[in-house]
């Protein structure tokens, strides 16, 4: 317990002041759980934010980033890497895309999305659209450009100005976008299900009626896969639910499996907006984020873990279902796959709910302004959910009883 605080206490001394973390201490990992410096075990049903996708320590991406790392770390976008060649060509056989620019974060994928995309309407085709219709309730990271495409007032507090060209408009209303195209517009951006706005899907036919629309004014559609890529709702990328497919793609969180990368993903069409000199990255298409991401790909398919996604997720849709109007205050269960949660009612205290969880052994993470979000590893079984939800609702239960001073 006094390394624990003695760690916490360092933290709150050292880091700046933009996270408010747990007063734990993780030590290690096994699978779905973490373990604290107590020895005590947490089922990971946050894994890193949509992160790790193949649980903790997971032996064969281990053993992938330590022969990298005895072999070759880094050399610089001046050279190629074999490791950095083959995620690209994985990616593109396994996605609409014919071409891979590699990132080392989400925000960076997205900031590549947005340049390629000027780039794009203005070199290529000699046009002076600029402007981007993004959705309300969006989260696309926290860069400049990242947080004005970001359709959340929250993000944007105390940065003013933002950059400029960014429109918002509420999500699952394609009439609303084509009100706001004009001759200035260059790009929709989207997700294909929104992740921090609370779990928000597509509504049927939404999607297909945006692609439409860009198609017939000459615009691009970018989806921001990074939460809802490799897997996480079920087909490899959320795009698939639909039969919908982008022009730019990007992604980040899982392809690493806990080692960052991110990655924007175009046609070749696209790709034409870059030559050498206009964009780069110092760490992009590093040896051993590449090689880490080459290993989660090849585990998803060794080990059929979409297949388990698309299981073990109905099985969760069903248990959360259950719970609705059972546990007190949880009024609905929204989400796909492996990235769902309990909407739960205003007079729920999400932050508490998440701290009796902890205090039970539950890692969990909320979303939006109403949702409790499950975002487990791609790999886990029904007794992990069966495990979960036993813990959420007994968590839940006390923190509304402890609000409605019901005597327990
Ligand atoms: C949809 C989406 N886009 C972008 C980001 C930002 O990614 P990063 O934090 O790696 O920059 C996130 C992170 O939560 C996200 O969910």
Request: hydrophobic share 45%; aromatic share 6%; glycine share 10%.
């Amino acid at each position: 317990m006094r390394k624990t605080a003695d760690l916490v206490a360092r933290g709150e001394r050292l880091l700046t002041p933009n996270y408010a973390p747990a007063p734990v201490i993780f030590d290690r990992g096994e699978g779905a759980y973490l373990i604290d410096l107590e020895g005590k075990r947490y089922l990971d049903f946050t894994a890193g934010i949509a992160v790790c996708a193949l649980g903790h320590a997971h032996p064969k991406l281990a053993e992938a980033i330590a022969d990298q790392a005895r072999q070759m770390l880094h050399i610089s976008n001046l050279y190629f890497s074999a490791p950095e060649i083959e995620l690209a060509e994985r990616l593109t056989a396994l996605s609409f895309a014919d071409r891979v620019f590699f990132a080392n974060s989400g925000a960076e994928a997205n900031e590549a999305a947005l340049k390629i995309a000027r780039r794009y309407q203005q070199v290529v085709k000699g046009t002076t659209r600029h402007q981007f219709i993004c959705a309300e309730r969006s989260f696309h990271g926290r860069t400049w450009a990242a947080i004005s495409a970001t359709g959340q007032p929250k993000y944007h507090e105390g940065f003013g100005p933002l950059v400029p060209g960014f429109v918002h408009v509420p999500y699952n209303d394609a009439a609303a976008i084509e009100a706001a195209i004009n001759e200035e517009t260059c790009a929709v951006f989207l997700e294909p299900l929104q992740g921090e706005g609370g779990l928000i899907e597509p509504e049927p036919g939404y999607l297909k009626a945006v692609r439409d629309l860009c198609d017939a004014h000459g615009l691009l559609l970018i989806f921001d896969e990074i939460q809802t890529g490799l897997g996480r709702t079920g087909p490899l990328f959320a795009y698939e639910h639909e039969g919908v497919t982008p022009d730019i793609m990007t992604l980040a969180k899982g392809l690493g499996g806990g080692v960052p990368i991110g990655a924007m993903l175009c046609t070749d069409a696209v790709a034409e907006g870059f030559k050498p000199g206009v964009h780069a990255s110092t760490f992009g298409g590093n040896p051993l984020a590449c090689r880490a991401g080459v290993e989660v790909l090849k585990v998803l398919e060794a080990e059929a873990i979409l297949d388990n996604v698309q299981r073990v997720g109905a099985y969760l849709k069903a248990a959360l279902l259950k719970g609705v109007g059972q546990v007190p205050g949880v009024i609905g269960a929204r989400g796909r796959g492996l990235l769902q949660g309990w909407v739960v009612e205003a007079g729920i205290d999400r932050a508490a709910v998440r701290r009796e969880a902890l205090s039970r052994g539950l890692l969990l993470t909320q979303a939006g302004a109403d949702t409790l979000r499950l975002s487990p590893p791609l790999n886990i079984g029904v007794s992990h959910v069966d495990e979960a939800l036993e813990i959420l609702s007994a968590a839940i239960t006390a923190v509304y009883e402890e609000a409605n001073h019901v005597q327990a």
